[in-house]
């Protein structure tokens, strides 16, 4: 009996089956490796850089590295394990795993209503060229808002509305913010996927009498997944951005952005503690990158990869 042998150029069965285990592994050490080089060039400039800052050329941009500034990275993992003040037995790992979760919650609302709102945008800018025309100016326009000025201003619109009984919750205003930053992207890229099929399948699609509605779910999204998932990415990113600073803005309690603020407060006699805040909404926005990915994974399984040696 013949043995059935690779084509010429080609790795054995085994070897192809073992490349994504060995990509994700690469993917979880450097991530790991990038933690520890942080931590060491953290350690190393305390070590060795000017305790009240420094001059370079003239200009001081030289942070302090003394401990009230630059804490050790070993206390502020030790202050995780500590209580939140002497009158609770709750610690301030507790603390921060709360108001992530609260913040978590926001911004996947705000990346749900971003991420509807940044299609529909898309689609009605393929559908109709004078509504890309009139639309898209705009929606770069409103990019140059600044957040920390826009909250406050939703925030009151939203307390004077009342529809059958329902209150607009203050929580709602940090998830449109956060569904601010996140239609942007999604729609921008929506919008370059949707057009990106070739003109000979467009014309394909016409000669048989296809539906402009056939035509947009059976080639055009197909054809914009590619663009669609970085543009997810921006989007995460900029709900995580924008449902932090709204609840700095506004002062929404339970979330990790008014933890930010706390803490900050105490940054002179417990300076260990703001980083605990801020290491919290860095895995906030890792959550968010994860479900990404999770998405990136789902989308592409059935598109074929690149080719490697």
Known sequence: MSSVTAPPGTAPPAARAARPL???ARRVLMFVLSMA???AVWEGYKAV???NGGDVLGWKILPRAK???MPHISDIYSRFGDPINRASDETVLSVVLKGVWFSFRLVLAGFAMGLVAGVLLAVLMTRLRVAERAILPY???SQTVPLIALAPLVATWGGKVEIAGWEWPRWLTASVLGAFLTFFPIAVGTLRGLQSPHPSA??????LASPWHRTLFKLRFPAAVPYIVPALKLGAAGAVIGVVVSEIST???????RLVTEFGQKATSDPAIVYTAVIGSSVLGLAMACLVALADALFMRNR??????
């Open 22 to 24: 060995w990509r994700r």
């Open 37 to 39: 080089l942080i931590a």
């Open 49 to 51: 850089g000017p305790q």
């Open 67 to 69: 401990d009230s500034i």
């Open 139 to 141: 929606l770069v326009i």
């Open 202 to 207: 467009l014309e394909l699609m016409d000669s």
């Open 251 to 257: 002062g929404l309690r339970g979330g990790i952005g």
């Open 304 to 309: 074929p990869k690149e080719t490697e040696a």
